[in-house]
């Protein structure tokens, strides 16, 4: 490693005790800014209609955040565990009940939530207990669990992720062209449904690691590289600002011709829709890049770094929380639309909707089930003593 990588590297890493990785800060403001954006972009769904061309502009390049999630799983993944032998029953004790025990919890509080509001009205007991059934294995009980249900995909396949990594050494290249190669296509039969498969049958790939291995393996990759990639992009942030700023305009471009077409917005702004993959790998560079200048710069103990270090130990709380919050704010949206109309509306609802999801959270993390509810080990004050 040069000089100029090993000074670009020290300021965005950690080191840790016991030969742990060293801990990434940029990875922090990565998982926030994407987390924020998955907040925004279903605020904006909720508050304009399907057929709104102007929302579905601003929706499309939203739905970044489902391949940013798997690329940072992936290479959170790799980057911890690229200097270790994976024992899988190990590795799974250890991973999959920080992600299950929260699925299986909001599964079924929004199963039980969506008969109370009348969301779901299945008409026997029986019924009810086959939907249950059907969310926790579809995970659609509500419309971000199936994230938790990939997520858990991941942890399961990961100890073969590694063998294949370190199988490949050397032609990591050829493999995420292979990777990418399948991903198109998989992007193209979920768009046009070849073969004449039912459009329901391909709703549900959404809720398995097939439209996202590509990303997963994408982060993967650069996780076995990161001092290389880290050093590429520290030297290169001004080409991928710029690359952020192009694709950006093609993308959106390209769905209002799109809609011109004849299109429906909401189908023109679908998250498979093949156009969007650039788009996707830009903007994950581009918000790295972002996040590895920021964490250059950041003062440990400065009022920055605690804020982004607490909103980084909430956001996955905060992504469970957020729908149910969005929920209570349902009823108030018709009077703030009458009142104030859009785009003032998506603007009031989405600090709303952050404000009363970090007050839910910050109650669940304080209950015996927080680790069940929100995923992280429940706040416990700490009492002075003499």
Same mark, same amino acid.
């Given at each position: 490693?040069?000089?100029?990588?090993?000074?670009?590297?020290?300021?965005?890493?950690?080191?840790?005790?016991?030969?742990?990785?060293?801990?990434?800060?940029? /990875?922090?403001?990565?998982?926030?800014?994407?987390?924020?954006?998955?907040?925004?972009?279903?605020? #904006?769904?909720?508050?304009?209609?399907? +057929?709104?061309?102007?929302?579905?502009?601003?929706?499309?390049?939203?739905?970044?955040?489902?391949?940013?999630?798997? !690329?940072?799983?992936?290479?959170?993944?790799?980057?911890?565990?690229?200097?270790?032998?994976?024992?899988?029953?190990?590795?799974?004790?250890?991973?999959?009940?920080? &992600?299950?025990?929260?699925?299986?919890?909001?599964?079924?509080?929004?199963?039980?939530?969506?008969?109370?509001?009348?969301?779901? +009205?299945?008409?026997?007991?029986?019924?009810?207990?086959?939907?249950?059934?059907?969310?926790? &294995?579809?995970? @659609?009980?509500?419309?971000?669990?199936?994230?938790?249900?990939?997520?858990?995909? #991941?942890?399961?396949?990961?100890?073969?992720?590694?063998?294949?990594?370190?199988?490949?050494?050397?032609?990591?290249?050829?493999?995420?062209?292979?990777?990418?190669?399948?991903? #198109?296509?998989?992007?193209?039969?979920?768009?046009?449904?070849?073969?004449?498969?039912?459009?329901?049958?391909?709703?549900?790939?959404?809720?398995?690691?097939?439209?996202? +291995?590509?990303?997963?393996?994408?982060?993967?990759?650069?996780?076995?590289?990161?001092?290389?990639?880290?050093?590429?992009?520290?030297?290169?942030?001004?080409?991928?600002?710029?690359?952020?700023?192009?694709?950006?305009?093609?993308?959106?471009?390209?769905?209002?011709?799109?809609?011109?077409?004849?299109?429906?917005?909401?189908?023109?702004?679908?998250?498979? +829709?093949?156009?969007?993959?650039?788009?996707?790998?830009?903007?994950?560079?581009?918000?790295?890049?972002?996040?590895?200048?920021?964490?250059?710069?950041?003062?440990? @103990?400065?009022?920055?770094?605690?804020?982004?270090?607490?909103?980084?130990?909430?956001?996955?709380? &905060?992504?469970?929380?957020?729908?149910?919050?969005?929920?209570?704010?349902?009823?108030? /949206?018709?009077?703030?639309?009458?009142?104030?109309?859009?785009?003032?509306?998506?603007?009031? /609802?989405?600090?709303?909707?952050?404000?009363?999801?970090?007050?839910?959270?910050?109650?669940?993390?304080?209950?015996?089930?927080?680790? !069940?509810?929100?995923?992280?080990?429940?706040?416990?004050?700490?009492?002075?003593?003499?």
């Amino acid at each position: 490693m040069t000089t100029a990588q090993a000074t670009l590297e020290a300021p965005a890493r950690t080191p840790r005790p016991g030969g742990k990785a060293p801990y990434l800060h940029q /990875i922090d403001l990565f998982r926030l800014v994407t987390f924020a954006c998955v907040i925004l972009i279903h605020v #904006v769904g909720a508050t304009n209609f399907a +057929q709104d061309v102007g929302a579905n502009a601003v929706e499309t390049p939203l739905h970044f955040t489902r391949e940013a999630f798997f !690329a940072l799983t992936g290479f959170v993944l790799v980057f911890q565990n690229r200097g270790r032998e994976i024992v899988p029953g190990d590795f799974w004790r250890r991973r999959l009940p920080l &992600v299950a025990t929260p699925y299986l919890a909001w599964t079924m509080f929004f199963w039980a939530f969506s008969l109370v509001t009348g969301t779901q +009205q299945p008409g026997s007991l029986e019924a009810s207990m086959r939907l249950l059934l059907t969310d926790l &294995v579809t995970g @659609g009980a509500w419309y971000h669990l199936y994230f938790l249900l990939v997520t858990m995909q #991941v942890y399961l396949l990961f100890p073969w992720i590694m063998k294949l990594l370190r199988a490949t050494e050397g032609k990591h290249k050829w493999l995420l062209l292979g990777s990418g190669a399948v991903q #198109v296509v998989v992007t193209l039969f979920m768009t046009y449904q070849w073969f004449g498969v039912s459009y329901e049958t391909v709703t549900h790939l959404y809720a398995t690691v097939v439209p996202y +291995q590509f990303y997963t393996l994408f982060g993967a990759v650069v996780a076995m590289h990161f001092e290389t990639v880290h050093a590429w992009v520290g030297r290169h942030r001004l080409l991928l600002g710029g690359a952020l700023v192009a694709v950006l305009a093609g993308t959106e471009w390209y769905y209002l011709r799109t809609v011109h077409s004849g299109t429906f917005p909401q189908v023109a702004s679908d998250p498979f +829709q093949p156009y969007l993959i650039p788009w996707f790998l830009t903007v994950i560079a581009a918000i790295y890049a972002f996040a590895t200048w920021w964490s250059g710069r950041r003062r440990e @103990g400065g009022r920055g770094a605690r804020l982004v270090s607490w909103a980084a130990n909430r956001s996955f709380s &905060v992504f469970l929380v957020h729908p149910l919050a969005l929920a209570f704010l349902g009823p108030v /949206i018709p009077h703030v639309a009458e009142r104030f109309g859009a785009p003032w509306l998506s603007a009031i /609802i989405y600090v709303a909707t952050l404000t009363l999801t970090v007050l839910i959270v910050e109650v669940l993390r304080r209950l015996p089930g927080s680790r !069940a509810l929100t995923g992280r080990p429940r706040l416990v004050r700490v009492k002075a003593t003499a």
